[in-house]
């Protein structure tokens, strides 16, 4: 029992950011519902190794990146793209108290999976909507990437060796703080 035992989270959010938040959300006692892709989930799910080891301690091809992002967390594999699978999400949207979306701003209106679509469904809906670069402005329909958010915002700057010795000049930082700080921050607004 957490503090949001009671609370259903649907999680339409994929690779680190999103799943980040709802894993907070879910590690407070939410029950957190993640959509995946049919056939092989979420792109997170392969992304080894290292990877989970089963019984006799072999390699299994379940990802320590995805496991580390996903406990707590009911899959159920949708296609969005269909109007079978958009039903299936607008059911779900009725009976959630928040829905988590990392797409492209305004990717999900062409299904009718957007703020303004579920919200007439469900009035009550905490809608959480993850991007790069904002709903709108110059550059709301790029994707945003940890590592670009870690370059504009000056962080490779002040990470890797001198910019006069070999190997030199900005790199990344060696984990994707960017993705993890939104994904908490993110946590922190749908509680809000």
């Known amino acids: 029992m957490?503090?949001?035992?009671?609370?259903?989270?649907?999680?339409?959010?994929?690779?680190?950011?999103?799943?980040?938040?709802?894993?907070?959300?879910?590690?407070?006692?939410?029950?957190?519902?993640?959509?995946?892709?049919?056939?092989?989930?979420?792109?997170?799910?392969?992304?080894?190794?290292?990877?989970?080891?089963?019984?006799?301690?072999?390699?299994?091809?379940?990802?320590a990146y995805y496991l580390s992002a996903n406990r707590g967390k009911y899959s159920v594999a949708v296609d969005l793209s269909t109007p079978e699978g958009q039903s299936i999400i607008k059911k779900l949207a009725e009976q959630s108290d928040v829905v988590i979306e990392n797409y492209k701003a305004g990717s999900l209106k062409r299904y009718g999976l957007d703020y303004e679509s579920l919200s007439q469904i469900n009035p009550r809906l905490v809608y959480c909507s993850i991007t790069g670069f904002g709903q709108n402005g110059p550059r709301a329909q790029e994707p945003g990437y940890d590592f670009i958010v870690q370059g504009m915002g000056g962080m490779m700057s002040v990470t890797g060796e001198r910019d006069d010795l070999p190997g030199g000049g900005p790199q990344k930082a060696g984990l994707a703080f960017a993705d993890l700080t939104t994904g908490l921050y993110a946590a922190i607004a749908i509680q809000a």
């Not at 259903?8 to 959509?35: F, H, M, N």
């Not at 992304?47 to 379940?62: A, M, S, V, Y």
């Open 2 to 63: 957490g503090a949001l035992t009671g609370f259903r989270v649907l999680d339409l959010s994929r690779i680190l950011a999103g799943p980040w938040c709802s894993q907070i959300l879910a590690d407070l006692g939410a029950e957190v519902i993640k959509i995946e892709k049919p056939d092989h989930g979420d792109d997170t799910r392969i992304w080894g190794p290292p990877w989970l080891k089963n019984n006799q301690q072999e390699d299994t091809h379940e990802s």
